[in-house]
């Protein structure tokens, strides 16, 4: 056990040190930027609205924001190594397809969560007067949306050596799970049942009012928890493949 979380941490590092040698740093600074000023827009054209309905307009603002930036942080996480051809020499390391999915998840997800700590812990409650109450319950939220987002950008670019590639299959996948509750009513009962859980803006919602469900915990766990396995299991059959 031991062993397998210090091979976890060299793969963390491993992508710190990646992460910091590329242009992404600096983009992620003017992304936050960018949506700081937005936000300040939306608050400053919003006279006669409360802040607890700013803020509830703000989340969907950021659950967007959050989707698309765990994408693009995210859908690089093998299309780099295939096309730096580094993805064979971590084959050849004594590292599992699943410590090295953790590894590259746990950096992305870091990266990801502080700056919504930065947009929305700190920005929102500090600046914009949001209840304490509503910014906690939603930055929770907004840290599920963000596993999962990125878990499915992971997932994505495990697939491929082109990021648009990458991008596409993240975005059908988002896409589909966003409007796959408004489907559910074509479909017969026992598909109907489980398509019915599959929309993931209504499992958002209740994080904006100020309520942790279990059902959309859940929800955001599990699909990341699936797609990291699929990401593993992408990994060992391209492995035993030898691509």
């Known amino acids: 056990m031991k062993g397998s979380l210090q091979r976890i941490y060299w793969v963390y590092l491993?992508?710190?040190s990646s992460f910091f040698g590329s242009s992404l740093p600096p983009l992620s600074i003017g992304i936050l930027a960018?949506?700081?000023?937005?936000?300040s827009v939306i608050l400053a054209s919003t006279d006669r609205a409360t802040y607890e309905q700013v803020t509830v307009a703000i989340f969907y603002i950021f659950y967007l924001l959050?989707?698309?930036s765990g994408v693009?942080?995210?859908m690089s996480a093998f299309v780099n190594e295939r096309k730096q051809g580094t993805l064979e020499l971590l084959y050849s390391l004594p590292i599992s397809d699943?410590?090295?999915v953790i590894g590259k998840f746990l950096l992305n997800f870091t990266i990801l969560g502080v700056?919504?700590?930065?947009m929305q812990g700190?920005?929102?409650f500090w600046i914009a007067e949001a209840?304490?109450?509503m910014t906690a319950t939603g930055l929770i939220g907004l840290w599920l949306v963000a596993m999962y987002a990125t878990a499915i950008g992971i997932f994505a670019s495990s697939f491929t050596e082109s990021h648009l590639i990458s991008l596409l299959i993240s975005t059908g996948i988002i896409v589909f799970v966003d409007i796959g509750g408004y489907l559910a009513g074509l479909l017969p009962a026992p598909a109907r049942e489980i398509f019915s859980y599959m929309h993931a803006l209504d499992q958002f919602n209740p994080f904006t009012r100020g309520i942790i469900p279990l059902q959309g915990t859940l929800f955001f766990g599990g699909m990341a928890i699936l797609f990291l396995f699929f990401t593993v299991r992408v990994l060992e059959s391209r492995r035993w493949r030898g691509n």
Do not use: A, D, Q, R
């Open 66 to 68: 959050t989707l698309g």
């Open 115 to 118: 700056l919504l700590f930065l």
């Open 14 to 16: 491993k992508e710190l």
């Open 98 to 100: 699943l410590e090295l």
């Open 122 to 124: 700190v920005y929102i």
């Open 34 to 39: 960018f949506c700081c000023g937005f936000v």
């Open 72 to 74: 693009f942080l995210s």
């Open 131 to 133: 209840p304490l109450y």
